[in-house]
């Protein structure tokens, strides 16, 4: 859950910090025309989204960490893309049975039979996250060394922590 809310937290910084390209008008606006409703300023021709951005560098980060030859890098990404997907469907409909919880327990007339397959719901859905953990993991093996696979572990985490470093506000201190 935790990495759920990491992951919007970041990607909604990095919607964010397009925010000010826009800012700015061209030049002089007639005070009779209404502002534009969307920046007209055009974007450099090596413009890339936030998203873009973001894994490339997420590309970038982990090929130097795992140190991944071309041939692997090419076996590795499309398995990893498509495990970043099944992940992403596992945590939304896990996300949603949670939000199911959620209603039920403000609800007064919710029974007890409502609220026990309510709460079964939500756990088939978090196992599923572990199950396509294991499965994966075993994908991974049979295109890289467990050591490369290891570092795909902990690249992980670290860019997930470089990205919750660099979208800190300066000044933010740990909230105890």
């Known amino acids: 859950m935790r990495r759920t809310k990491t992951l919007i937290l970041t990607l909604a910084g990095a919607a964010v910090m397009s ?3 826009c800012a700015q008008p061209n030049g002089p606006i007639p005070h009779e025309s209404p502002a534009p409703a969307v920046c007209d300023r055009p974007l450099p021709p090596d413009h890339k ?3 873009e ?3 490339s560098a997420k590309i970038a980060f982990f ?3 795992m140190n991944l030859t071309p041939e692997e890098a090419g076996k590795f ?3 990893y893309n498509e495990y970043q997907k099944a992940l992403t469907e596992a945590r939304k409909a ?3 049975e949670f939000h199911a919880l959620r209603k039920l327990s403000e609800s007064a007339s919710a029974s007890e039979v409502q609220i026990k397959k309510a ?3 939500y756990l088939d859905n978090s196992k599923k996250d572990d199950e396509l953990q294991r499965l994966y993991l075993d994908e991974f093996l049979k295109i890289l060394p467990a050591e490369k696979v290891l570092l795909m572990y902990i690249a992980e985490e670290d860019f997930r922590i470089k990205m919750i470093r660099m979208w800190k506000k ?6 105890k």
């Open 19 to 21: 925010l000010p390209l």
């Open 77 to 79: 990404w499309p398995v």
């Open 53 to 55: 951005q973001l894994e």
């Open 94 to 96: 896990s996300r949603e």
């Open 49 to 51: 989204s936030n998203k």
């Open 170 to 175: 300066p000044g933010m201190e740990k909230e």
């Open 63 to 65: 090929t130097t960490r």
């Open 119 to 121: 709460l079964m719901e």
